[in-house]
T-cell receptor
Framework: QQQVKQSPQSLIVQKGGISIINCAYE??????FPWYQQFPGKGPALLIA?????SEKKEGRFTISFNKSAKQFSLHIMDSQPGDSATYFC??????????FGEGTQLTVNP | GAGVSQSPSNKVTEKGKDVELRCDPI?????LYWYRQSLGQGLEFLIY????????KSGLPSDRFSAERTGGSVSTLTIQRTQQEDSAVYLC?????????????FGNGTRLTVT
């Protein structure tokens, strides 16, 4: 029940395209859903996060869509750029619990 | 504002040796986490500290792994009698508090290679 399942494992998009990464969870107690971005040789960094009381959150080119009934959430990267090439992790937690991370998606944006 | 600092950045050790990995969290952050990231894999939780105590050490894979935190600041992860399967990047993160929604600030990790 603590698992967060992420797909796809890898994703290649063209510059200017939309990148979409999906996550699904089982634990309905989860109340915090962040996305982290990791560049090679660096630690993950918080990109954007959402709570289940809203269905969408947008920050610049990055949007989280949240479907509480389906227990799914996704990250959309609009106008994808080569500089967005990185590994993206979804995660979830509840109360004071630790973050449980998805398996990661390696995104490549071709120029 | 320095971030989370981890040392060493790389460590190569022989199977059976003990290793110590160090984490200096952001000043004032009370929560500290250790995660492990194997090649191409996600982040595996190891242990969580609130202050100097470890209320959740459920992710430590075996009794060869231990960790401590002193002065509510620096933490050390110790792996005894290292095995090849211990090879991974060990990431430390700190957070202002434990509450859900408190962002984790990660260091750049220690890449451990056991030969």
């Amino acid at each position: 029940q603590q698992q967060v399942k992420q797909s796809p494992q890898s994703l290649i998009v063209q510059k200017g395209g939309i990148s979409i990464i999906n996550c699904a969870y089982e634990n309905t107690a989860f109340d915090y859903f962040p996305w982290y971005q990791q560049f090679p040789g660096k630690g993950p960094a918080l990109l954007i996060a959402i709570r289940p009381d809203v269905s969408e959150k947008k920050e610049g080119r990055f949007t989280i869509s949240f479907n509480k009934s389906a227990k799914q959430f996704s990250l959309h990267i609009m106008d994808s750029q080569p500089g967005d090439s990185a590994t993206y992790f979804c995660a979830a937690s509840w109360g004071g619990s630790r973050l449980t991370f998805g398996e990661g998606t390696q995104l490549t944006v071709n120029p | 504002g320095a971030g989370v600092s981890q040392s060493p950045s790389n460590k190569v050790t022989e199977k059976g040796k003990d290793v110590e990995l160090r984490c200096d969290p952001i000043s004032g952050h009370t929560a500290l986490y250790w995660y492990r990231q194997s090649l191409g894999q996600g982040l595996e939780f190891l242990i969580y500290f609130q202050g100097n105590s470890a209320p959740d050490k459920s992710g430590l894979p075996s009794d060869r792994f231990s960790a401590e935190r002193t002065g509510g600041s620096v933490s050390t992860l110790t792996i005894q009698r290292t095995q090849q399967e211990d090879s991974a990047v060990y990431l430390c993160a700190s957070s202002p508090d434990r509450g859900s929604g408190s962002p984790l600030h990660f260091g750049n990790g220690t890449r451990l290679t056991v030969t």
